[in-house]
């Protein structure tokens, strides 16, 4: 990340050496997991804190953005009432997928069912440490998501908590998806959870991570994170997340996929909530004949900020990405996606594209969409592009000549405007999430 020379170097406010050191205390981990949180620790103090100056941040204005309002994460268990605040979301996902954890601030409260999981190992992270130490010694925070990457991605690998570990032993095919979720109740407001996927080679699976906040619009909070996915050669893997944090959170997170020799990704983002988000998703094309399906669903009421920065990266030959992030805006929300295909020299045969597309629902609200390339072979085939646009008023006076009111002319047209990325999700119940979602944003006034 380029900085500016008066961008402050030392760790957030409330997040100081002191509060460090005593939150390292509070934990039971073995030592080279608390020497890697030192190491990130570092690298925080020596990372510069982001500007308007940086060209990856002057779209999103974080000024407002207090860190002394926070500290780290507490090592408590979450009350019976945020326990429970999460129960009906527990029994929608129980309904339609095969076993799921979920942790309530950080904390965890329900656990998976050993004998749904087909073979896998579905743990939180801090049994994961004590179980399965050789996995997350390789491939926590080390090869995908690392301390190195910016300010962010230095700040929660230091201070991290709760979390998932989904790992597939080679050819094992975990039949029936799995699920977790990450919620903030009204007594918590910083989460620091981590997600960890690893499938080796053959392996198959489905994992759906829902986020969630018990309160609407409460005190502010915060949430920093992280996902690693590493797929070996010939694996499939679906992946689904729904961001669907309330309108008080500060929503920071960086994601990667790297994808070995003839794996299969698809990866399907719901972007519903936070008051700011600011989100690095990135899929890493490693191993020849490596593909990946990235979908993506924003849409944004009220002030809503959602800052989206995919990038598809090849670097094996006869690799295939094919990315569609679509977005609704009203009010006086915004949202900015800025894409890149990066095609390494080696990477012949390459086939990637993205797209995005925004549908203006207001006056107000704004939509900045930046694809880009960077290719560096020269047998490629790499397409893009972005649109931005209000409602057609041709299509909305067709729909009133035939009595359909304004208003539900205007639902069916948003409906049918996300009705292709839709068609691309091979999961009914999350179709249905997604198309939900976007109903009742389109109804709030």
């Not at 179980?131 to 925070?141: A, G, T």
């Not at 694996?235 to 020799?261: C, K, P, Y």
């Amino acid at each position: 990340m380029t900085s500016s020379p008066s961008a402050t170097t030392a760790a957030p406010a409330g997040f100081t050496e002191d509060v460090f050191e005593a939150f390292l205390k509070g934990r039971d981990e073995p030592g080279w997991l608390v020497d890697r949180r030192r190491e990130a620790f570092a690298r925080l103090q020596a990372s510069a804190w982001p500007t308007l100056r940086d060209e990856e941040w002057r779209r999103t204005d974080i000024r407002a953005f207090k860190p002394a309002d926070f500290g780290p994460p507490a090592v408590v268990e979450p009350s019976a009432a945020a326990r429970a605040a999460f129960d009906p979301l527990w029994e929608d996902l129980s309904s339609h997928y095969a076993t799921g954890v979920s942790h309530v601030d950080g904390a965890v409260v329900r656990a998976p069912d050993p004998s749904r999981l087909g073979g896998a190992v579905f743990v939180d992270l801090a049994t994961a440490a004590k179980e399965h130490p050789e996995i997350l010694r390789e491939h926590l925070l080390t090869n995908v998501v690392q301390p190195t990457d910016d300010v962010m991605a230095a700040w929660h690998a230091a201070f991290w908590n709760g979390g998932t570990l989904l790992y597939v032993p080679k050819g094992v095919k975990v039949e029936l998806p799995l699920f977790s979720i990450n919620g903030l109740s009204a007594e918590g407001r910083v989460d620091f959870g981590h997600t960890l996927v690893v499938l080796e080679e053959g392996a198959e699976a489905t994992l759906v991570r829902e986020t969630a906040s018990a309160a609407r619009g409460g005190a502010p909070a915060l949430h920093v994170g992280a996902l690693e996915v590493v797929q070996k050669d010939r694996s499939r893997l679906q992946l689904v997340n729904i961001q669907n944090w309330d309108d008080a959170t500060w929503h920071f997170t960086r994601e990667r996929a790297v994808i070995g020799a003839d794996a299969s990704l698809q990866w399907t983002v719901g972007a519903l909530g936070s008051r700011l988000s600011k989100v690095n998703q990135e899929v890493v094309l490693a191993g020849k004949g490596a593909s990946a399906q990235v979908n993506g669903v924003m849409f944004t009421t009220g002030k809503q900020h959602l800052a989206y920065f995919t990038r598809q990266d090849h670097q094996a030959p006869h690799t295939t990405s094919d990315l569609l992030y679509k977005g609704g805006l009203k009010d006086g929300s915004r949202i900015v996606w800025r894409g890149m295909i990066r095609v390494e020299q080696d990477a012949q045969r390459t086939d990637a594209y993205q797209k995005n597309d925004n549908l203006i629902l207001s006056d107000s609200s704004r939509a900045d969409s930046i694809p880009g390339l960077e290719i560096e072979a020269n047998d490629v085939r790499c397409t893009h592009g972005a649109t931005a646009g209000p409602v057609d008023e041709e299509m909305v006076f067709l729909c009133q000549a035939r009595g359909i009111p304004r208003e539900t002319a205007v639902r069916l047209i948003v409906e049918g405007f996300f009705a292709n990325v839709y068609d691309r999700i091979t999961l009914d119940p999350v179709r249905e999430t997604l198309a939900d979602a976007v109903a009742a944003k389109l109804g709030e006034s």
